[in-house]
């Protein structure tokens, strides 16, 4: 403590600079990036934030990709000849949705939500969530509507003809294969959504980036809090990449030959 | 028991059922055979709606199953299916095949339907597969599994599209044995197959079908000795 005071007292001035050793004022940066003035629980703030964020628009990406991919498949599989004129209605919503979500970038959504739509409002942090959960929404409806149409319509078959009705088969039959068969795609998406969650700062959002980015307007030194910062992200992605590994075995038991 | 009157199917402007009306008596085994692209499977998956029918009536056992307003689920349920390509449910296991349809319909109890399961799979010789996934079978065992869990919900008809021409050649005596048993417990039976053995053996009449028409049909007896058609007898020169 007393050394950080005075090894940073000698680099503020050229004249005496060169009387610190690198490691001396390695250890200044560290010291004012994550310890000064406990930086660091700033940092643990934006880390719980980031997880919040992620963690609803998590929730809200998986309900809305649920609803528009149960639609589009619904439609896309009635009996010819059989159209049901509210399911096209809900089709056709549901596909405008996708188009533009997936057909704008990420972050002119943020920017539009933030500024235009809900200018009026203070909670960046929620409109950061409800943003990203709509956005990764229509990359997860695409994702489960592959899944369920690349199971062999085979299975689908042999239920309907045991007399098993479209919800059940679909229930019992389809969606826990083809669920298996997304796992990877959807963990993927996660990742990605975990983040992009970064960018929620444009609109104010105070998580982990915003975190290193309001110390190093205080301290000037980028490099700390930067790598810092990524070094959280690296350990978040792996810890849920191997969660998705832990659940990808154990509903791999059924393929065990 | 099934009753078609003037069956029409087509895909797009493609006709591949051509005004065809044909019935299937209780007890009957009524065996499907014709040249590939003839329409068999086609005829077999309307009479369970699987494909739905252009124009045409179809009756089963009192109802009118291309009337839009009948509930299909509860029809499906007395008319067995088994497929080429077998269709077992991966993700369960072979008991839990078996049981799945007849409790979700409320046909049987659980603990019924885990009793009716070890029966059925004591009669096919699997019983020790009860736990197993499909994925550890071979080809053979899957479509005898497939049977038996169509029988599981007491079908009143069973329609089978070609079960063994997927399978490798020694296994497909096995499959046909378990029909063969089925058809002397009295089933009634309408079957599309290559297996011209069986055809004669089991087939209690013989449909040729050709360009989406039943061309000709009789006893196996007749039918394989005085063949009528030309088509037919060229089909049969190109299969015996
Ligand atoms: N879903 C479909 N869409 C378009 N065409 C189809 C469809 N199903 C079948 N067809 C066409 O209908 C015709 C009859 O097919 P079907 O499967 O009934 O013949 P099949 O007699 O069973 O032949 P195989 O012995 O090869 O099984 C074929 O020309 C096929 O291409
Ligand atoms: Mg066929």
């Given at each position: 403590m007393e050394n950080y005071l005075l090894w940073q007292e000698l680099m503020r001035d050229t004249a005496t600079?060169?009387?610190?050793s690198w490691w001396q004022e390695f250890y200044v940066y560290f010291y004012q990036a994550f310890i000064e003035g406990d930086r660091w629980m700033q940092y643990l703030r934006g880390v719980g934030t980031t997880l919040v964020v992620t963690a609803m628009a998590l929730v809200l990406g998986i309900v809305l990709g649920v609803l528009v991919a149960m639609v589009r498949t619904a439609h896309d599989q009635q009996?010819?000849?059989?159209?049901?004129p509210i399911l096209g209605f809900f089709n056709g919503i549901c596909k405008v949705y996708v188009t533009v979500i997936r057909g704008t970038p990420m972050m002119v959504q943020l920017l539009i939500m933030g500024f235009?739509?809900?200018?009026?409002?203070?909670s960046y942090t929620m409109i950061g969530a409800l943003t990203l959960g709509i956005n990764s929404g229509a990359y997860v409806a695409e994702i489960i509507r592959g899944g369920l149409m690349s199971l062999d319509p085979g299975q689908m078959e042999a239920g309907r003809s045991l007399g098993l009705s479209y919800g059940k088969t679909m229930r019992f039959i389809v969606i826990p294969q083809a669920f298996k068969a997304i796992l990877p795609s959807l963990g993927n998406e996660f990742i990605i959504l975990l983040k992009d969650t970064s960018l929620i700062t444009v609109i104010g959002g105070k998580e982990l980036v915003h975190a290193a980015q309001s110390i190093y307007g205080r301290t000037y030194g980028q490099m700390f809090p930067l790598i810092g910062v990524a070094c959280v992200y690296l350990v978040l992605v792996m810890i849920f990449t191997w969660l998705v590994g832990i659940l990808e075995r154990r509903l791999r038991q059924s393929d065990r030959r | 028991m099934i009753d078609v009157k003037n069956l029409s199917k087509s895909f797009g402007d493609h006709m591949?059922?051509?005004n065809l009306s044909e019935h299937i008596y209780p007890g009957e085994k009524v065996v499907i055979i014709g040249p590939s692209g003839s329409g068999k499977s086609t005829f077999l998956r309307c009479l369970n709606l699987l494909e739905t029918p252009t124009t045409g009536v179809i009756t089963f056992d009192g109802d009118?199953?291309?009337?839009?307003?009948?509930?299909i689920n509860r029809i499906r349920q007395k008319m067995g299916m088994g497929f080429q390509h077998v269709?077992?449910?991966?993700?369960?296991?072979i008991r839990k095949n078996i049981t799945l349809a007849p409790v979700q319909t409320g046909l049987m109890t659980k603990d019924e339907a885990n009793e009716e399961a070890t029966r059925l799979l004591q009669r096919v010789d699997?019983?020790?597969?009860?736990?197993?996934?499909?994925?550890?079978?071979?080809g053979g065992q899957k479509q005898r599994i497939a049977i038996v869990r169509a029988l599981a919900m007491k079908p009143k008809v069973m329609l089978f599209d070609e079960?063994?021409?997927?399978?490798d050649p020694e296994m497909v005596g096995e499959v046909l044995q378990v029909m063969r048993e089925l058809a002397n417990d009295g089933m009634t039976m309408a079957v599309v197959t290559h297996e011209m053995g069986f055809a004669r053996e089991v087939g209690t009449r013989i449909l040729f079908m050709d360009g989406g028409k039943i061309l000709e049909q009789n006893t196996p007896q007749e039918f394989f000795a005085h063949p009528q058609e030309q088509r037919t007898i060229d089909f049969l020169k190109s299969v015996l």
């Amino acid at each position: 403590m007393e050394n950080y005071l005075l090894w940073q007292e000698l680099m503020r001035d050229t004249a005496t600079m060169d009387q610190v050793s690198w490691w001396q004022e390695f250890y200044v940066y560290f010291y004012q990036a994550f310890i000064e003035g406990d930086r660091w629980m700033q940092y643990l703030r934006g880390v719980g934030t980031t997880l919040v964020v992620t963690a609803m628009a998590l929730v809200l990406g998986i309900v809305l990709g649920v609803l528009v991919a149960m639609v589009r498949t619904a439609h896309d599989q009635q009996r010819a000849g059989k159209h049901n004129p509210i399911l096209g209605f809900f089709n056709g919503i549901c596909k405008v949705y996708v188009t533009v979500i997936r057909g704008t970038p990420m972050m002119v959504q943020l920017l539009i939500m933030g500024f235009v739509i809900f200018s009026s409002s203070r909670s960046y942090t929620m409109i950061g969530a409800l943003t990203l959960g709509i956005n990764s929404g229509a990359y997860v409806a695409e994702i489960i509507r592959g899944g369920l149409m690349s199971l062999d319509p085979g299975q689908m078959e042999a239920g309907r003809s045991l007399g098993l009705s479209y919800g059940k088969t679909m229930r019992f039959i389809v969606i826990p294969q083809a669920f298996k068969a997304i796992l990877p795609s959807l963990g993927n998406e996660f990742i990605i959504l975990l983040k992009d969650t970064s960018l929620i700062t444009v609109i104010g959002g105070k998580e982990l980036v915003h975190a290193a980015q309001s110390i190093y307007g205080r301290t000037y030194g980028q490099m700390f809090p930067l790598i810092g910062v990524a070094c959280v992200y690296l350990v978040l992605v792996m810890i849920f990449t191997w969660l998705v590994g832990i659940l990808e075995r154990r509903l791999r038991q059924s393929d065990r030959r | 028991m099934i009753d078609v009157k003037n069956l029409s199917k087509s895909f797009g402007d493609h006709m591949v059922l051509d005004n065809l009306s044909e019935h299937i008596y209780p007890g009957e085994k009524v065996v499907i055979i014709g040249p590939s692209g003839s329409g068999k499977s086609t005829f077999l998956r309307c009479l369970n709606l699987l494909e739905t029918p252009t124009t045409g009536v179809i009756t089963f056992d009192g109802d009118e199953i291309t009337n839009p307003k009948v509930d299909i689920n509860r029809i499906r349920q007395k008319m067995g299916m088994g497929f080429q390509h077998v269709n077992l449910f991966n993700n369960m296991t072979i008991r839990k095949n078996i049981t799945l349809a007849p409790v979700q319909t409320g046909l049987m109890t659980k603990d019924e339907a885990n009793e009716e399961a070890t029966r059925l799979l004591q009669r096919v010789d699997l019983l020790e597969k009860a736990d197993a996934y499909p994925s550890q079978l071979s080809g053979g065992q899957k479509q005898r599994i497939a049977i038996v869990r169509a029988l599981a919900m007491k079908p009143k008809v069973m329609l089978f599209d070609e079960p063994t021409s997927a399978l490798d050649p020694e296994m497909v005596g096995e499959v046909l044995q378990v029909m063969r048993e089925l058809a002397n417990d009295g089933m009634t039976m309408a079957v599309v197959t290559h297996e011209m053995g069986f055809a004669r053996e089991v087939g209690t009449r013989i449909l040729f079908m050709d360009g989406g028409k039943i061309l000709e049909q009789n006893t196996p007896q007749e039918f394989f000795a005085h063949p009528q058609e030309q088509r037919t007898i060229d089909f049969l020169k190109s299969v015996l």
